[in-house]
Structure formats: structure tokens, C-alpha cells
């Protein structure tokens, strides 16, 4: 039996532990290729593009490895799925994955006549918009 302890950032409030604690679990359901958890798939994802970025080697195409893992679990499957088209679109802008982008985009202004995109839990209006 092994332990193994990954702290979370000294300086982190209470929310931003919690925060930090799901991105952690979910760099391991990458690794064994098991479901994410979370609020918001798009903000789970750059979470865990994030720790790979951290606990992975310089060089490594992190980003391409996590899209790899997403078409495999089906989080890349935008057609008909207003939370995932939100959530790649949000992955993708923070990749600059002009590809995913593109395709998720399409796939949010196709979807937003038949049901509003803002009636998704990751529909998210950005401060300076409101």
C-alpha cells in the first residue's frame, strides 16, 4: 500500500483547495482514462491541461494527449449536446485549437435555435459582458 499527498498551494482559500483537490482527481481519471468530475466539463478540462502542464515533462503535447481522452470519453461528441459544444468551446479557447473551436462554435449556433445555449449549466456570460 502506498499514500501519496498532493497540497494544495499554501496561499489558497478554502474554494480554490476544493478546486485544486478536483483538478488533482481528475489529472488521474486522465491518466486511467475514467470520467471526470465537476461543474462544467470545458473548466474540468483546462483544469487537467493545467496539471499536465505541471506534472508532465517540458515538450509534451498535453493539450493533444487531453483531446485524445476527450474524443475517447466522448466529451468531444458535440453534436446534439449543448454542455459539451459550451465546454470544448471553452477547452478549445484556451488551447487555441482553432479545429475544436471551429467545430464546437458551429455546433453552438446550430443547437442555440432549438434550445438556448444559455439554458446550459455552462452557459457562463463574461463580467464585462454583463
Same mark, same amino acid.
Given at each position: 500500500?502506498?499514500?501519496?499527498?498532493?497540497?494544495?498551494?499554501?496561499?489558497?482559500?478554502?474554494?480554490?483547495?476544493?478546486?485544486?483537490? &478536483?483538478?488533482?482527481?481528475?489529472?488521474?481519471?486522465?491518466?486511467? @482514462?475514467?470520467?471526470?468530475? !465537476?461543474?462544467? &466539463?470545458?473548466?474540468?478540462?483546462?483544469?487537467?491541461?493545467?496539471?499536465?502542464?505541471?506534472?508532465? %515533462?517540458? !515538450?509534451?503535447?498535453?493539450?493533444?494527449?487531453?483531446? &485524445?481522452?476527450?474524443?475517447?470519453?466522448?466529451?468531444?461528441?458535440? @453534436?446534439?449536446?449543448?454542455?459539451?459544444?459550451? !465546454?470544448?468551446?471553452?477547452? @478549445?479557447?484556451?488551447?487555441?485549437?482553432?479545429?475544436?473551436? %471551429?467545430?464546437?462554435? @458551429?455546433?453552438?449556433?446550430?443547437?442555440?435555435? &432549438?434550445?438556448?445555449?444559455?439554458?446550459?449549466?455552462?452557459?457562463?456570460?463574461?463580467?464585462?459582458?454583463?
Amino acid at each position: 500500500m502506498f499514500s501519496l499527498y498532493l497540497p494544495q498551494p499554501s496561499n489558497s482559500i478554502r474554494g480554490e483547495a476544493f478546486q485544486w483537490h &478536483i483538478a488533482t482527481r481528475n489529472f488521474f481519471a486522465w491518466l486511467f @482514462a475514467m470520467p471526470l468530475v !465537476g461543474n462544467e &466539463i470545458g473548466k474540468a478540462l483546462v483544469d487537467v491541461c493545467d496539471r499536465m502542464d505541471m506534472y508532465r %515533462t517540458r !515538450g509534451t503535447l498535453n493539450a493533444k494527449d487531453l483531446m &485524445i481522452y476527450a474524443d475517447f470519453r466522448g466529451y468531444s461528441r458535440v @453534436a446534439n449536446s449543448p454542455d459539451y459544444a459550451l !465546454g470544448m468551446l471553452y477547452f @478549445a479557447e484556451h488551447c487555441q485549437n482553432k479545429g475544436v473551436w %471551429t467545430n464546437a462554435f @458551429a455546433h453552438c449556433v446550430g443547437m442555440n435555435g &432549438i434550445s438556448p445555449l444559455s439554458n446550459s449549466s455552462q452557459f457562463e456570460v463574461s463580467p464585462e459582458l454583463a
